[in-house]
């Protein structure tokens, strides 16, 4: 018998032998401190300030979920006497616990089934069943951790002005971690079709664009219709009763068609009924009889079922993303073609694409603009008013389109030494810089010009105004484009592709795009206090003003990288 083929017999017999307690903590904590990026052997200042900003978060997260709570009792938004139903809490851990499963569901199957690390793990002297388990324990803490720094605080606002009684603010810790075991087993068990899901449509390529386009144009008519169903007119202390019925059967709704997340926070915090505080109802002792069936049947079909499903899957990952790779015909295309083509690459998925972030600001940004506008539109505003409404506007969208321009800020050091490559080639070294820009500034202009268009069709503001502010906007954003290109060009002194000099990029992109915004509202707001077209006018002056200041610089570094080029 061939040697080499028993070793590898002898490897795979290896990987189904039984699970190891210590070679499982092993695996867990090399894995959580990868997750989590804490580490205090590593970096224990690194650690401790990571940790101390959770506390932070936890303790403002309380606060602010107890002003919450404090104020709508003042107001008496959901009761006429000063009380806040269960249901209101209740909504607000159902929501951010269905969303919050998502994530855990996606980044959960990525780790599982496609993660890279799968094939340097599978080589480890442990069994399958060992990394498995490893994984499965590193979600949990994480989730566990994530609903305990996140959904927590906002629960112990309620109940500290509900006046709940003292052990139960010691009991919503674990009862919260005992909820984080049942929905990383859930997760686990649908991790599976989810995986074959994905893994359906990545090797489909033709189904993707139809099927997201679909979900996109379903979810934009379905805001565009919630947002025009809004009254013309709104006035809130006029009509109050009508507002107030709403919020009534919104809660009742919850009650009644939302009752096993209704009951689930009473597991969690006890029930309250009036000014009754039930800290351990009879529902919560059914919630939790469920909750130990579930987690005790899932756990049978995780040891016999997923166990040995995963270890086969991880150990074909590899074999079927080669299988997937087809020859195409390599075809010319003039320089900048193919730099347009290989950013439309970047975008498309790649680990080193700095655009992705655009995408979900520049598709938020014309409905915040259409919802804002409906909104104060139908609010019977002074003069002053309509003032205060257009440089929130303004200020809105600035720092939406000029904080995104952040990500290339990075966009050359994330290609490393492709890179370095590209500027190698016999041509104009902006006509490579400018490409890193092309798609982004497409989709950044693209959406300004329909926000413009939402935002003046629905507040009624006139054409010469929007005229002028979308070109304003539009100088703004590019100049503010150019500004985080040249943060990241090669120059001796910016000790390029290192994690220092990329983070000092980001804050200074990020630090530009906050004042630039605040100073270039303040000026309008001066300037619409005194005018009207004019001070549209005034803004369109500054645009030009400081995408000139831009481009001069822009041109100047480009022609100095290109000397430097010769040079070399």
Not at 173 to 179: Q, V
């Amino acid at each position: 018998m061939n040697p080499r083929l028993s070793k590898k017999r002898i490897d795979i017999s290896k990987k189904k032998e039984g699970f190891s307690f210590r070679k499982c903590y092993v695996v867990f904590r090399m894995l959580l401190q990868d997750k989590t990026k804490i580490s205090f052997k590593g970096n224990l200042k690194r650690s401790l300030i990571r940790l101390f900003s959770l506390l932070l978060l936890f303790a403002a997260l309380t606060a602010v979920s107890y002003l919450f709570y404090f104020l709508v009792i003042q107001f008496s938004i959901f009761a006429v006497i000063p009380y806040v139903p269960l249901a209101v809490p209740s909504l607000i851990m159902a929501f951010l616990m269905v969303f919050g499963f998502f994530s855990l569901l996606s980044g959960l199957s990525k780790s599982l089934f496609n993660s890279p690390d799968n094939k340097i793990l599978l080589t480890y002297p442990c069994s399958g069943s060992t990394i498995f388990f490893a994984r499965l324990m590193v979600y949990f803490v994480y989730e566990a951790g994530r609903n305990v720094f996140i959904q927590v605080p906002l629960l112990l606002g309620f109940m500290i002005t509900m006046g709940a009684p003292f052990y139960m603010f010691a009991y919503v810790f674990p009862s919260f971690i005992f909820l984080s075991l049942f929905l990383v087993m859930l997760a686990s068990v649908l991790a599976i079709p989810y995986y074959l899901i994905s893994s359906f449509l990545s090797k489909r390529k033709w189904l993707q664009l139809p099927l997201v386009s679909v979900i996109a144009i379903f979810l934009c008519a379905l805001f565009v219709y919630i947002i025009v169903s809004l009254p013309d007119t709104v006035d809130i202390f006029t009509n109050w009763g009508y507002y107030f019925r709403i919020i009534q059967n919104v809660v009742n709704g919850y009650e009644t068609y939302a009752s096993p997340f209704y009951y689930l926070t009473n597991f969690v915090i006890g029930d309250l009924s009036g000014f009754s505080y039930k800290p351990f109802p009879i529902e919560s002792l059914y919630v939790f009889l469920f909750l130990v069936g579930s987690i005790a049947l899932l756990s049978l079909f995780i040891y016999f079922v997923l166990n040995p499903y995963y270890l086969r899957l991880s150990s074909i990952q590899g074999r079927e993303k080669n299988k997937s790779n087809k020859e195409g015909k390599n075809i010319a295309l003039s320089p900048w073609k193919s730099q347009l083509r290989k950013e439309l690459l970047l975008l498309k998925g790649g680990e080193s694409s700095s655009l992705s972030p655009y995408v979900a600001a520049f598709l938020l940004l014309p409905f915040l603009c259409l919802g804002l506008g409906k909104f104060f539109h139908g609010m019977r505003l002074s003069s002053l008013g309509e003032v205060y409404v257009e440089t929130m506007m303004l200020l809105t969208i600035l720092l939406i389109t000029l904080a995104s321009t952040t990500a290339l800020t990075h966009s050359f050091s994330d290609e490393e030494g492709a890179y370095l490559l590209t500027r190698s080639y016999p041509r104009n070294n902006r006509l490579f810089i400018l490409s890193k820009m092309a798609v982004p500034g497409a989709m950044g202009l693209t959406s300004i010009l329909a926000s413009i268009i939402c935002y003046g069709a629905i507040y009624e503001l006139g054409i010469g105004e929007s005229i002028f502010l979308g070109l304003a906007l539009a100088l703004l954003f590019l100049g503010s484009c150019l500004v985080a290109l040249f943060l990241d060009f090669v120059h001796p002194q910016s000790k390029f592709l290192q994690d220092g000099s990329r983070s000092k990029a980001e804050k200074g992109s990020t630090l530009l795009a906050f004042v630039l915004s605040i100073a270039v509202t303040a000026l309008f707001y001066l300037y619409r206090i005194d005018g009207g077209l004019s001070s549209y006018i005034k803004l369109f002056a500054i645009g030009a003003i400081y995408f000139a200041i831009t481009a001069s610089i822009f041109a100047l570094k480009a022609k100095y990288e290109g000397k430097e080029d010769k040079a070399r």
